[in-house]
């Protein structure tokens, strides 16, 4: 009776066919997101070196990870990096830019932020040479050359400020994803809305604060929670720029990873190690990602679409 | 006539076809490394080296040629060492080279995880070659009692210092070329070197922190100041690195004396190299602390552009003085290995190629346009290097106090961490030398464990 059931029949080719589309990317998931996690994962409880031996010795790497002293400040640098380019720069710089360059003509608009994404086209290593003359301590660098012709003593930027370094030169390229967002979210909202606000005469900053904020309420918080996971693994600025220095200073907890796999110089190539502090920021990242979704209520967001696409 | 014709075609393509599949053609790869630009001899000899095997086996009537496919990398060490380790440990002779030229730091982690193979054999089939090459740099080459490598090429370090400078600071003449022979004395101590520095400083010929500059980045050159301040860094016995607390608090110390006085930035470790060889080879640095015998020849060319008889003219070098007076100066020279890999299937051939391509006339080329040294003792006599007066000097000055970096698999953890745990946080002001001391001990521990002696 069953294979006879035409309905159910139905449903199972719909399945096999909706299976069937989704294929293609259910393989590239499985390939290059899954199984990358899954091998790091159980590279993290060997103690691989230049070898490339799958000598498994339990929880080691963790409790090594518990001894080692430079955790603390590689997580407290990890948190203030992440944290801070997101506050400052990825969305509320970038909110602002998309706030401005949508209140003004639409060709200028345009322009400014054609501008903003300039740095994100720039290969790295170009941009990160950039700020390498930008920042040098000596006075042939960008900003000790003017210092030095205002009659004041070249500073040593990335030793002084090594925080603001690369939350700054982080945030430049990272504030452009927000703004185009932000962007399109501003120009979705209807019109009249803003017509009507007018004409009971609000001002600029009201209408942004009671009408424009709470209508782009879900991309602020789709923002906040996909660069918070992107900046946490993000490394390659910092790599180029500071290499994470001066000891330590700027090292991040993925950089940190990186340095114990392949550090310079034919360094430690602790690929189990490094493995496993890999690990343990996929961790935090789930834990992350579970929380957003629970705290910005994300089901929502799915569930029903709260902007009028016009 | 055409039944001709066709015959001649077909016998000539059959005669072609037949000759083409005769010549075989055995194809070489190999890897090779700057990363400074002169440096391309490394491969050019080899590729020479090929050149004279096929003209041999042509003429020998043999049926095969070599080809060579022979790549250069002159991005940095780091990325070198990165892809060739990614590429040996796929096993796969497809993408593994026939014969690398790297660092010889390099040979204990691969010989460990089978990636080269012993040379001892190959070595001894060839005595006219291998008895010319200088015994003490066998040494670097030999793991676990086997030699594994063939010396490529050897440099000397060394302290520049600008002649011109210490001229317009007040130093006579006389007093400026003796340098040399005071530090091979012992009456020219490390801290000589910081009173240059400040008679340069105070006579307003350089700028404040542009007195002394040394390399941002780790490498084996501080190894010589352990060495010079009465360290060791290997127990041969045991084959276990060593810390020794006191000569590394002396350099820490030393290190601090350098940024505290001015001569040196506290971010030397942010300056770039071309902004440093500019600085130095322009005459706006009086000293550069950790030179190399290659950087002459490297100022020779673009960006740097200075003729050799200027550099000549105003710049002196001498090995790294001894902390105390009286004691022995330090060169730690760092030689460049030919290395046979495991996955190559004409071991023989390559290794043929090594010895051809290690002939007095080729490294004596790579050597001079290079600014390195000889290997081999014939070459002191053969009078293209004898008349180079950079290597000549070199070999005078430096040759007799050359000392090595340990053949352990984690020295180059160990000089990096020097670097930048030690050197860099005392510069920049984090940690003070004995805190600095502590935080060393603590790492070289954590990551080493029983394989470090630590010594008082």
Redesign the interface.
């Given at each position: 009776m069953s294979s006879g059931d035409p309905k159910r029949t139905g449903r199972a080719k719909g399945y096999l066919q909706a299976f069937l589309f989704l294929l293609p990317g259910l393989i590239l998931i499985l390939l290059f997101f899954l199984a990358p996690v899954i091998i790091t994962a159980v590279m993290g409880f060997t103690n691989m070196d230049?070898?490339?031996q799958w000598n498994f010795i339990g929880l080691g790497n963790f409790f090594?990870m518990a001894?080692?002293?430079?955790i603390p400040k590689i997580l407290i640098n990890t948190l203030v990096y992440t944290f801070g380019t997101l506050a400052i720069f990825n969305v509320t710089f970038g909110l602002i830019l998309a706030l401005l360059t949508t209140s003004i003509s639409e060709r200028v608009g345009l322009f400014f932020r054609a501008l903003w994404l300039l740095p994100r086209f720039t290969p790295p290593v170009v941009y990160a040479a950039i700020w390498?003359w930008i920042?040098?301590?000596?006075?042939?660098g960008l900003l000790n050359g003017l210092r030095v012709a205002m009659g004041l003593r070249p500073i040593?930027w990335?030793?002084q400020f090594p925080w603001g370094v690369i939350i700054i030169t982080n945030g430049i390229i990272g504030a452009s994803m927000g703004m185009l967002i932000f962007t399109s979210a501003i120009k979705a909202i209807p019109r009249d809305y803003l017509w009507a606000a007018r004409v009971d005469g609000a001002s600029w900053f009201q209408e942004v604060r009671h009408i424009v904020l709470p209508l782009i309420r879900w991309p602020l918080m789709f923002i906040t929670a996909y660069q918070t996971l992107s900046l946490l693994t993000s490394y390659e600025y910092i790599l180029l720029i500071?290499q994470g220095?001066?000891?330590?200073?700027s090292e991040v907890w993925s950089l940190y990873a990186y340095n114990k796999a392949?550090?310079?110089?034919?360094?430690?190539?602790e690929f189990g190690y490094a493995a496993a502090l890999a690990t343990v920021l996929v961790l935090i990242g789930t834990v992350a990602s579970i929380a957003y979704w629970k705290i910005f209520r994300f089901r929502e967001m799915m569930a029903q679409p709260r902007i009028e696409v016009s | 006539m055409r039944k001709w014709l066709l015959g001649i075609l077909i016998f000539g393509l059959a005669a072609g076809l037949v000759a083409a599949q005769d010549v075989k053609v055995i194809t070489i790869k190999a890897w090779t490394v700057g990363p400074d630009d002169p440096s391309i001899t490394r491969k050019l000899n080899l590729e020479t080296a090929v050149e004279r095997l096929n003209q041999m086996l042509e003429f020998s009537g043999a049926r095969f040629r070599v080809e060579l496919e022979a790549t250069f990398v002159t991005t940095s060490w780091s990325d070198y060492k990165r892809a060739n380790l990614l590429a040996l440990q796929s096993g796969d002779p497809a993408k593994i080279a026939d014969i690398i030229i790297t660092g010889h730091e390099d040979i204990g982690p691969y010989a460990e995880a089978g990636y080269i193979v012993p040379l001892d054999n190959y070595i001894a089939d060839f005595p006219e070659v291998y008895n010319d090459f200088f015994p003490a740099l066998w040494e670097a080459c030999r793991y676990k009692g086997k030699i594994w490598g063939i010396p490529q090429d050897t440099e000397a370090r060394m302290f520049y210092y600008r002649k011109d400078l210490l001229k317009a600071a007040g130093y006579s003449e006389e007093f400026i070329e003796s340098i040399p022979a005071k530090v091979a004395a012992g009456e020219f101590v490390l801290d000589d070197i910081i009173a240059l520095g400040q008679k340069l400083l105070e006579a307003g010929v350089v700028d404040p922190e542009m007195a002394i500059w040394h390399r941002p980045t780790p490498g084996t050159d501080w190894f010589q100041f352990i060495y010079a301040f009465g360290g060791e860094l290997y127990d041969p016995e045991t084959g276990k690195l060593v810390v020794d607390k006191s000569a590394t608090l002396a350099l820490f110390e030393f290190v601090k004396k350098l940024v505290d006085l001015q001569l040196t930035p506290s971010a030397m470790s942010q300056i770039s190299w071309p902004e440093i060889h500019t600085n130095f080879s322009g005459g706006k640095v009086g000293i550069n602390l950790t030179g190399g015998s290659w950087n002459f020849a490297e100022w020779q060319h673009a960006p740097y552009n200075k003729s050799f008889e200027y550099l000549w003219e105003n710049i002196g070098f001498a090995p790294i003085p001894a902390a105390e007076k009286g004691g022995k100066p330090v060169s730690v020279s760092h030689p460049l290995v030919h290395l046979i890999t495991a996955a190559s299937q004409h071991k023989d051939l390559a290794f043929l190629i090594v010895t051809m391509a290690s002939a007095v006339d080729l490294n004596t080329r790579h050597a001079i346009s290079s600014g390195h040294l000889a290997i081999r003792k014939s070459q002191l006599s053969y009078p293209p290097y004898y008349a180079d007066v950079f290597a000549r000097k070199v070999s005078e000055l430096c040759a007799p106090f050359a000392r090595f970096s340990p053949n352990h698999p984690k020295a180059p953890f160990y000089w990096e961490t020097l670097f930048r745990d030690g050197i860099v946080a005392v510069e920049v002001g984090a940690l003070s030398p004995a805190e600095a001391l502590e935080n060393f001990i603590k790492r070289m521990q954590t990551e080493l464990g029983d394989q470090v002696i630590i010594r008082e």
């Open positions: 230049y070898r490339f090594r001894d080692d002293f430079l390498l920042l040098s301590p000596t006075r042939n040593a990335i030793s500071t220095g001066p000891f330590h200073a392949f550090s310079a110089y034919a360094g430690t190539y | -």
